[in-house]
């Protein structure tokens, strides 16, 4: 399960954004969560939301429900630092939250230029699971330090409708869905003894070898064990026997390019997001194998 941290940095400094070398440094102890926060400060608007392309794949400047979930991944890492920011752009959402308590997978796009077509093509009048469940577990993360977010009715909202849709799914969702209701279930099981009961109901749809392909997407993109349950410790994790969980992270640290990064599995739909996915995908790889390393 061995990396090359070193030529991992190298890929970050030559090849990632500002935002992904920020949260990289972090993670691997040589950062800091202000300038981490500066970075992301980056991509936000007036209304308290955010844009810009901070999901590589939308590129417009408006605020949007997708970069929502990675500035909430962002406030996630910094912690115990904590930002105004973070409670702002609860209220953002309040603001843009339909009236069953879910979140539109996107709203109205100005700039449709290197955007992806699914993000173009949204309704902004129907509340979507996916990224609804995705944005408040990324919250939840974030509330588990910053006291303005655990108290923010949009939480509390939010969470109340993933669980009740997740409650009265009938078969098995797409796969994003899945992973996504799950990974929201795995968060919200610390505070939610709903949460850890749906999880059990949801194993009954994901593969002992964790295996689900991603319709509609690229060729042979898939979820797999670590888009279910990324780290060690959490709920999640009991989806899977040790030894599926074993073979992903071997494989996840041979997935290292010879230019130090990792690549992703789905279509990027412009050159710059293409590179920007690789820097976001080796964050996060990064802290997967250290995270099973510490565990160890």
Partial sequence: MSFDLA???????????LLDQRRFELLTGSGDAEATL????????????????????????ESQTGPALHAFEVFAEVGPVTSPHAAALCDWLESVTLPDGGIPFALP?????????????ADPAESSLQITAITTANALRVAAHDPAVAEHPWLARA???????????DGRPH?????????????????????AELLDRLARYVPADGLVPVEGGAEGETMR????????????????????LD????????GQQDDGGWRVD????SPQATLEWRGYRTVNAVRILQAAAHAQ
């Fill in 7 to 17: 030529a991992a940095a190298v890929f970050q400094r030559t090849h990632a954004r």
């Fill in 38 to 61: 500066a970075a992301l400060a980056a991509y936000r608007n007036a209304d308290g939301g955010y844009g810009h392309g901070l999901e590589p794949d939308l590129r417009s400047p």
């Fill in 109 to 121: 796009v100005t700039s449709p230029s290197g955007c992806a077509p699914f993000w173009v093509k």
């Fill in 159 to 169: 969470s109340d409708y993933c669980l009740s849709a997740i409650r009265t799914l």
């Fill in 175 to 195: 796969a994003l869905v899945l992973a996504f209701a799950v990974g929201f279930l795995d968060a919200a099981s610390d505070t939610s003894p709903e949460a």
């Fill in 225 to 244: 064990p670590l888009d279910f349950a990324p780290l060690p410790g959490r709920p999640a994790r009991k989806l899977f026997a040790p030894e599926v």
């Fill in 247 to 254: 073979a992903e992270l071997r494989r996840l640290a041979e």
């Fill in 266 to 269: 789905f279509d990027s739909y």
